[in-house]
C-alpha cells in the first residue's frame, strides 16, 4: 500500500520569503502522479501542482515549483516570493497511473502542513 | 460554470442515526469521488463512483455506501452513526472516470458532527 509522510505539521515564513515543504512517499509503483493542494480556511481544496512521476523536469507553476527526486521518493514543494494569500493547510497527495490495479481512482494524501504567512 | 457542490454545509446527528450527504457534480463530470477529514488523520478515500457504478472503495466498514444517480449527482449514506464519524467529507468529481489526476475539482465539504 502506498503512503504519503508530511513531516512538518507547521510552518511559517515572511511575506516575500521563500519557503519549501516537504512530503516524503512510498510505493512499489514506477510511474505515478504527485500532487499538493492547498485547503484554505474556506475548506475548499485546491490542485497547486501536478507531477508526473516518468517525467524527469520538475513541474513548476508559477510561484510555486516542486523538487522531485524519485529515487529518494520526495516531493517537496517551493513557494516563491509568499503571500498572505498562500496560508493554508498544504496536502501532498500520491495518485497511482495503473488503470487496472485495486488503488486506482483513488489519491493517497499526507496528513497535511499549516502554512503561516507573516507581514 | 458552477462548481462541485455539496449540501448541506453543516449536519448534527445524534449518535446511531443515519446521514445523507448530496454532492452534485460539475455539468459534463461523470465520476465522483468521496473522501473523507477527520480532524488530524488527513483525507481518506471512500467511494468513487463513474457511470453510476460503485468502482472502488476505502477501507471503511459497510455502513458507508452511496450511489450515483442518472444526472452523475451522488449520495453519501452513513448508516449506525458513530462519535468518530465526525468529520470533513469532502466530494471531488472528474471527467473521465478514474482520470482525477488533471480533471478533478472538489466541493466545499459537509460537516458532519455525531453527538
Known amino acids: 500500500a502506498q503512503t504519503v509522510t508530511q513531516s512538518q505539521p507547521e510552518m511559517s515564513v515572511q511575506e516575500a520569503e521563500t519557503v519549501t515543504l516537504s512530503c516524503t512517499y512510498d510505493?512499489?509503483?514506477?510511474?505515478?502522479?504527485l500532487f499538493w493542494y492547498k485547503q484554505p480556511p474556506s475548506r475548499q481544496m485546491i490542485l497547486v501542482i501536478r507531477?508526473?512521476?516518468?517525467?524527469?523536469q520538475n513541474a513548476t507553476e508559477n510561484r510555486f515549483s516542486v523538487n522531485f527526486q524519485k529515487a529518494a521518493k520526495s516531493f517537496s514543494l517551493k513557494i516563491s516570493d509568499s503571500q498572505l494569500g498562500d496560508a493554508a493547510m498544504y496536502f501532498c497527495?500520491?495518485?497511482?497511473?495503473?488503470?487496472?490495479?485495486?488503488?486506482?481512482?483513488?489519491?493517497?494524501f499526507g496528513q497535511g502542513t499549516i502554512l503561516t504567512v507573516h507581514p | 460554470e458552477a462548481g462541485v457542490t455539496q449540501s448541506p454545509t453543516h449536519l448534527i446527528k445524534t449518535r446511531g442515526q443515519q446521514a445523507t450527504l448530496r454532492c452534485s457534480p460539475i455539468?459534463?463530470?461523470?465520476?465522483v469521488y468521496w473522501y473523507q477529514q477527520a480532524l488530524g488523520l488527513g483525507l481518506q478515500f471512500l467511494l468513487w463512483y463513474d457511470e453510476g457504478e460503485e468502482r472502488n472503495r476505502g477501507n471503511f466498514p459497510p455502513r458507508f455506501s452511496g450511489r450515483q444517480f442518472p444526472n452523475y449527482s451522488s449520495e453519501l449514506n452513513v448508516n449506525a452513526l458513530e462519535l468518530e464519524d465526525s468529520a470533513l467529507y469532502l466530494c471531488a468529481s472528474s471527467l473521465v472516470g478514474g482520470r482525477f489526476y488533471t480533471e478533478a475539482f472538489f466541493g466545499q465539504g459537509t460537516r458532519l458532527t455525531v453527538v
Open positions: 507531477q508526473e512521476a516518468y517525467k524527469q
Open positions: 497527495a500520491y495518485g497511482p497511473s495503473n488503470a487496472g490495479g485495486t488503488s486506482y481512482g483513488k489519491l493517497t
Open positions: 455539468s459534463g463530470h461523470t465520476s
Open positions: 510505493t512499489s509503483e514506477s510511474d505515478y502522479y
